[in-house]
């Protein structure tokens, strides 16, 4: 058994032949692939990665197995079962691209548009191929997994197994049904409750320096197996629903102040654009296309973050990169598109109007790739699919319009909709809570639809005036009481008046945080969020130096050099330490 020391969990036991996997180059891979893509640009403590958490996730499935193991002896929990799950756990996120979601969730799409590729699934093959290379088959032979059944019961949960209702017999071959609860462990596709999650939402907090609104550790002690619907599941004590809600509530804060920040997204945006510039005429050995190798394991093992600096560090004299390498420019040097405002949409009303123009496009055959709204949309069977038509993104001239949902979960669902529990009574019935069971104060709504708009300036000298009249403009179509997309209904007595102050954000909303906001913006003065010492205020003097090639060089310097080697949390950087 090795030892890891690590920030969150304290000291993590894992059994040999995890460390076996774990010192492979398809595993080591992962300390150079950030957690949140690039929201350490933002957040300077967001600097971990998928190594850490993946080692945190087969940490928290042993512990979930144990407990479940030591108080139902009946379920016949063996010790291959535990080895497979935790390894599940610990390669679950193997097939992450650079910059964790980026990749997947916006290059992708826009280069290889229509291709079925997800992370899991190149997870499962970057798997395969560790093995393979590694001669880890002997290995996991010599530890007792039965290579043909156990590989293939490791690649279903990895996969996230079967959802429940979604077909009727089981049809997962790795386990017999009478195991099903195995498979709600590391991604539970049935309520999303799980140790991947347990582990995300602990650590992006840590290291966001955002407080954490739920306690794990009750949630995995509470834990138990009845069963539904003559199927196992993991249920928990009925006591425990509030720290539930807690749960999803954490995840919807960690994307509302971070995952989907204002300045985050558009970072995003602009390092895909970079990434798309570069996917032709990036060097490699043999030349491909980068979108070229997320079929090539051994290839996309050398894929990592380090291709930001690849690009951006290349030499004049490749002019095909020069694009790309401009981009990457602006985000060091902090020339962003800049933010105009948010408003909270009204999703029937959009849904309809969505819903409508797409059946008109199809009923008319006038699909146009190019199409202004629906070019983002890739409908094989040319049918209204409003979900979808939620998250398109708009270009128009120097404009850039974003609708992104906010929420608990799965859309349009209530949190615990699909958590079963138990009461201290009767062990064994399970039972679905009402939200009013647990409290009268829940919300009535789970989710919700934003839109953003910001501007990307042609012209840098007129660019405070241009950027002022833009969130004039906007602040105005908000306002106007004939706009039936913004969700006015918290409001009756006007905009300034409003109780919710998340209905519009822009330059003109509140007085007070308008006049600090506008302040902070004219002086180019900066608050840094920072997990040791909370909310960081500089001089726009040493803002401007921040924002220098050459101080932000320090984000890839780490402030212990090779020791995160040996402690996987010490990824941080000379960046923040100097920051702070």
Not at 13 to 33: A, G, N, S
Not at 486 to 502: N, V
């Amino acid at each position: 058994m090795s030892i890891f020391n690590d920030p969150i969990h304290g000291n993590i036991e894992l059994h040999p032949l995890l460390v076996k996997m774990i010192d492979t180059p398809q595993f080591q891979r992962l300390r150079y692939i950030k957690q949140l893509g690039t929201k350490h640009l933002v957040y300077p403590g967001a600097t971990h990665t998928r190594f850490e958490h993946s080692l945190g996730v087969a940490h928290l499935a042993g512990c979930l197995l144990k407990t479940l193991h030591e108080n139902q002896p009946e379920l016949n929990i063996n010790k291959k079962d535990f080895l497979c799950v935790q390894i599940a756990a610990l390669c679950h996120d193997m097939g992450h691209g650079p910059f964790s979601h980026l990749f997947d969730g916006m290059f992708i799409p826009e280069v290889l548009p229509g291709e079925p590729w997800e992370h899991e699934q190149a997870s499962v093959r970057m798997f395969c191929c560790m093995i393979e290379n590694n001669e880890l088959d002997e290995q996991m032979k010599f530890y007792g997994l039965d290579l043909q059944e156990d590989i293939k019961f490791i690649k279903e949960l990895i996969l996230k197994g079967q959802k429940d209702g979604q077909v009727k017999c089981w049809s997962m071959e790795g386990r017999a049904e009478d195991k099903s609860f195995l498979y709600e462990i590391v991604a539970n596709k049935v309520n999303g409750i799980d140790v991947d999650k347990w582990d995300y939402l602990a650590r992006d907090c840590y290291y966001l320096g955002i407080p954490c609104g739920f306690d794990s550790q009750r949630l995995l002690k509470s834990a138990r197996v009845c069963e539904v619907n003559r199927r196992k599941h993991v249920c928990f004590r009925d006591k425990v629903a509030d720290n539930i809600y807690g749960m999803f509530h954490t995840r919807y804060t960690l994307h509302r102040q971070a995952l989907q920040h204002k300045i985050g997204y558009i970072i995003d945006v602009k390092i895909k654009d970079a990434l798309v510039k570069a996917n032709n005429e990036l060097i490699t050995s043999p030349p491909s296309k980068i979108s070229d190798v997320i079929y090539d394991m051994p290839e996309y093992t050398k894929l990592t973050d380090h291709i930001f600096d690849q690009i951006l560090n290349q030499s004049d004299s490749n002019p095909d990169l020069a694009e790309a390498r401009s981009i990457l420019q602006d985000v060091v040097n902090r020339r962003l598109p800049k933010f105009v405002g948010e408003a909270r949409l009204n999703e029937n009303k959009l849904k309809e109007k969505l819903t409508n123009h797409w059946e008109e496009k199809v009923n008319n055959h006038s699909l146009d790739p190019e199409d202004k709204i629906f070019c983002k949309i890739q409908n094989d069977s040319l049918k209204a699919q409003p979900v979808k038509a939620f998250k398109i993104q708009v270009y128009k001239k120097t404009l850039l319009i974003q609708v992104l949902e906010m929420g608990f979960g799965e859309v349009g669902k209530e949190p615990i909709a699909n958590v079963h529990f138990y009461s201290k009574s009767d062990l064994k019935t399970a039972f679905k809570m009402k939200k009013y069971q647990v409290s009268s104060l829940k919300p009535e709504k789970f989710h919700e639809f934003l839109l953003r708009v910001y501007h990307d300036p042609e012209d840098q000298k007129h660019q405070k005036e241009v950027q002022q009249k833009a969130q004039k403009y906007f602040h105005e179509w908000c306002k106007n009481p004939q706009n039936e997309f913004i969700d006015c209904s918290y409001s009756h007595s006007g905009w300034s008046d409003s109780p919710d102050k998340h209905i519009f954000k822009g330059k003109h909303d509140d007085k007070d945080a308008d006049e600090e906001e506008e302040n902070q913006e004219t002086s180019s003065s900066k608050i840094f969020n920072d997990p040791i010492h909370g909310q960081i205020k500089l001089h726009p003097l040493l803002v401007k130096i921040i924002d220098t090639p050459q101080f932000q060089r320090l984000r890839h310097i780490k402030q212990l050099g090779g020791t995160y080697l040996v402690y996987p949390g010490a990824t941080h950087t000379r960046f923040e330490h100097s920051v702070g």
